[in-house]
């Protein structure tokens, strides 16, 4: 089937369970956001595992050139106290 007769490329994303980040889980076509949604619940949640989840144009998607991976993270290095590590996890917290 072709793009135009199934749709834009959307890129689905679920999160597991409440408190954990929502992950890349895959890619479909649909005709707008709410068939997205929709088909992303029926092939990507089969067996209740989201509690949540999103869908973006792939096209509406910018990512970073893997060239410029030094300038943009070259300068997060020298600020060791943006690490977790500094930081106290809460009793009770079990996913941050």
Same mark, same amino acid.
């Given at each position: 089937?072709?793009?135009?007769?199934?749709?834009?490329?959307?890129? +689905?994303?679920? $999160?597991?369970?409440? %408190?954990? #980040?929502?992950?890349? =889980?895959?890619?479909?076509?649909?005709?707008?956001?709410?068939?997205?949604?929709?088909?992303?619940?029926? +092939?990507?949640? $089969?067996?209740?595992? %989201?509690? #949540?989840?999103?869908? =973006?144009?792939?096209?509406?998607?910018?990512?970073?050139?893997?060239?410029?991976?030094?300038?943009?993270?070259?300068?997060?290095?020298?600020?060791?106290?943006?690490?977790?590590?500094?930081?106290?996890?809460?009793?009770?917290?079990?996913?941050?």
């Amino acid at each position: 089937m072709s793009n135009t007769t199934s749709g834009p490329l959307w890129e +689905v994303f679920i $999160r597991s369970q409440h %408190g954990l #980040s929502h992950k890349h =889980v895959g890619s479909l076509h649909a005709a707008d956001a709410t068939a997205a949604v929709q088909h992303a619940r029926d +092939v990507y949640t $089969r067996r209740n595992e %989201g509690v #949540s989840i999103w869908v =973006v144009r792939a096209a509406d998607i910018v990512a970073s050139d893997p060239t410029d991976k030094d300038a943009l993270f070259d300068p997060a290095q020298s600020k060791v106290y943006r690490h977790p590590t500094f930081f106290p996890t809460p009793e009770g917290v079990k996913n941050m």
